[in-house]
């Protein structure tokens, strides 16, 4: 981004809004392994956040309590936001997961400072409460966070399982959340699972 080119506004909490608001423009060329449906090409990080927060006002009534759609969906748009700067890794990664923690922290460190303070703290809130994934709100938005790249990979043919060489232990160990707190969906994924298996997508 060329800032020189910016105008300011002479308000400079707007200017620092404006300016937050053409950085986060970078998720778009974060690239995931998710492939689309389609088979085109792969996710960028932009669209998979947009895809569950839409995913996020579609599940609601399998969770066995309730929760705040809003602060859901604004989880589910700020929970990738970090990778603008740290990259995003594969949730199957055993070696680049070691260390995602600590490049994470530092990237929100980076981002959410050029926010005003108070708009700063609060989506950084956000994005370590989804992190912690304690609450109700937050449990619920990594449910779309893993279901959403599990159906993908059941409409390509397992596409990142088989590139990935994954096993079935690994995929259950990831899906924990949604046995846990959408155990309706979690029979269904049971059953894609078995499935995958039985094609080869997946490993036993």
């Not at 990080?45 to 809003?70: K, Q, T």
């Not at 594969?90 to 708009?119: C, H, I």
């Not at 699972?193 to 036993?204: F, H, N």
Request: one cysteine or more.
């Amino acid at each position: 981004m060329n800032k020189q080119s910016f105008c300011p506004s002479g308000n400079e909490r707007l200017d620092r809004q404006l300016l937050f608001t053409a950085e986060i423009d970078k998720l778009t060329a974060v690239a995931r392994r998710t492939l689309l449906i389609d088979r085109s090409r792969r996710e960028n990080d932009a669209e998979h956040s947009w895809h569950i927060a839409v995913m996020a006002m579609l599940f609601s009534e399998y969770a066995p309590e309730p929760v705040d759609l809003g602060r859901v969906v604004q989880m589910c748009v700020m929970h990738d936001l970090v990778e603008i700067y740290a990259g995003d890794t594969f949730a199957y990664d055993a070696a680049g997961n070691a260390g995602k923690a600590e490049r994470e922290k530092s990237a929100a460190d980076r981002l959410f400072s050029q926010l005003p303070e108070d708009q700063g703290a609060l989506l950084r809130a956000l994005w370590e409460e989804f992190d912690a994934m304690e609450t109700a709100d937050a449990k619920y938005a990594a449910c779309m966070d893993r279901l959403q790249p599990f159906l993908h990979n059941l409409l390509t043919d397992g596409h990142t399982w088989v590139e990935g060489g994954t096993n079935r232990a690994a995929v259950e160990k990831r899906m924990a959340v949604l046995k846990e707190f959408l155990p309706e969906v979690y029979r269904w994924m049971e059953a894609g699972m078995d499935r995958s298996i039985e094609q080869g997508w997946l490993k036993p």
